[in-house]
């Protein structure tokens, strides 16, 4: 209703040149009374939201002209503090009615677009004309924009957009400075308004920065319910079709390839082979069927491949699920964190079918000891990701910015690490090694055969690295607008287009693991299980290729410390991708294997 109070709360300052987010009363802004600490969710406190109350107070549909929030006179740590993050282009993020502030910019190539940036600049640099040496200005007047849609029933409106127009202005005064001084720079008596920045505010020491704003209210058709579509109209909808099609080209490629070798090899094969069980030709036996006595032979080191495959059935389930929540609309980006929380939640929870896994396979491979195994499977994975983590957090705690995760956050985690997915993961351990283990389609012979001298392109290390290819292929398109959405801080919502994408990377996964996994059998190479895993899961090495490109080319990162804390979250999104893609190749493998080998007689 009019005249009720609407509370702005502000959110961290963020930055893409450093990635170190910053609580907003880190800078000496305008401070309310009390400053209150608005509770966060897991995922908030992980990205480094830090939301408090702010001395910025609005009426609803009343608008305010210069109000006076307060003045400062800066000693040296503080002008210090401001240049430095002017000159590291730090934004200041405000909420109102849970929407985040933007700047509108018009977009110069087509009329009547606006884009929106995320939260306005703390300030800018710039020189006086006809001076050469560089000056900080700081933008201390800020022309709020309050968009609203009036229900014509009740007459009640509701808050639909939240914008922001920021001014340096040098405000001048007469007299001495009192709580009642009017401002000759900006009087709403005498109805002048800040409309541009022509004489700005320096940032210097022993200056003086008064800090002023207005409110307007403006009507809008926008309906409550679709207030976020302006926030995330995607303007590059033609790319992502071009790189669907792009990945279906490849898959239909693929598909292709492996139904060829399906009817027309294996069915040639299977059926000449079962005719010749009769003659005596059936010794002069080639190809794959040779192998048939050493083809389920356990690999070398099979316990750390029970280990990868049930941590990437933990992952798989994880992603399942998650895309599922978000294609529901679950995930919706005014819920801050919840995408964060969701995951995390998730892959704790998928502990259960991680250790399933796992103990079904290490049972195949004739293992005992199935606690060993469940250890590993609930600490390898978590543990190397933890330690990685940890180290960035140092790092962040360093820089003294609000990115880094509390102590108590931290103790959280670690709990529901030890006390939800360890338990889960010993519980699906239990039930999948009581189950009998499976039965292998033929025999293993007692006595290894001896594998034949190698075609140069049938090199393990050649043919892993080009089985990566395709997959990464198949999903780096999608890949740069998930890599803008996390580094420059734009929203992705097009968990639609990204469905479609995964289930693109899954078949390419499994099609491209099979054909490569049918040419290495029918070369008398009987050595798959790791291969398997190998070859899908390489096109994590180029995911990682990739990131360190885009970092070169698109990102402005210019500390040190950013640079690490980039790297480092690639290395752990990269090594969850290995994971992910190696556990869909792997499978893909194990059953192509067992179902051809079960379709020949054999003596």
Known sequence: MQGDPLLVKVNKLTSTKTQLPYSYYFLPFCQPEHIVDSAENLGEVLRGDRIENSPYVFKMREPQMCNIVCRKILDKKAAKAFKEKINDEYRVNMILDNLPLV??????????????QYGYHVGLRGQYAGSKEEKHFIHNHLTFTVKYHKDPLSGSARIVGFEVKPFSVKHEYEGEWNEKTRL?????????????????????EKKEI???????????DIKWAS????????????????????????????????AMIMLRTLYRDISKYNQLETQEEAQEETGWKLVHGDVFRPPANSDLLCVYVGTGVQFFGMILVMMIFSLLGFLSPSNRGGLMTAMLLLWVFMGLFAGYSSARLYKLFKGTEWKKITLKTAFMFPATVFAIFFVLNALIWGQKSSGAVPFGTMFALVLLWFGISVPLVFVGSYFGFKKPATEDPVKTNKIPRQIPEQAWYMNPAFSILIGGILPFGAVFIELFFILTSIWLHQFYYIFGFLFIVFVILIITCAEITVVLCYFQLCSEDYLWWWRSYLTSGSSAFYLFLYAAFYFFTKLEITKAVSGVLYFGYMLIISYSFFVLTGTIGFYACFWFTRLIYSSVKID
């Not at 700047?103 to 929106?116: F, K, L, S, T, W």
């Not at 008064?210 to 809008?220: L, M």
């Not at 995330?232 to 492996?258: C, E, K, T, Y």
Request: glycine letters at 2%; a negative charge; charged letters at 20%.
């Open 227 to 258: 207030r976020w579509d302006t926030y995330l109209l995607m303007a590059d909808d033609q790319i992502h079709w071009f790189s669907i099609v792009n990945s279906l080209m490849i898959v239909l490629f693929l598909s292709g390839m492996v």
């Open 210 to 220: 008064i800090f002023t704003y207005d409110v307007e209210f403006q009507e809008s």
């Open 184 to 204: 000759t720079t900006c009087d709403p008596h005498a109805k002048r308004a800040v409309t541009s920045s022509e004489s700005p505010q320096e940032v210097e």
């Open 103 to 116: 700047v509108p910019i018009r977009r110069p190539d087509q009329e009547n677009a606006v884009v929106y």
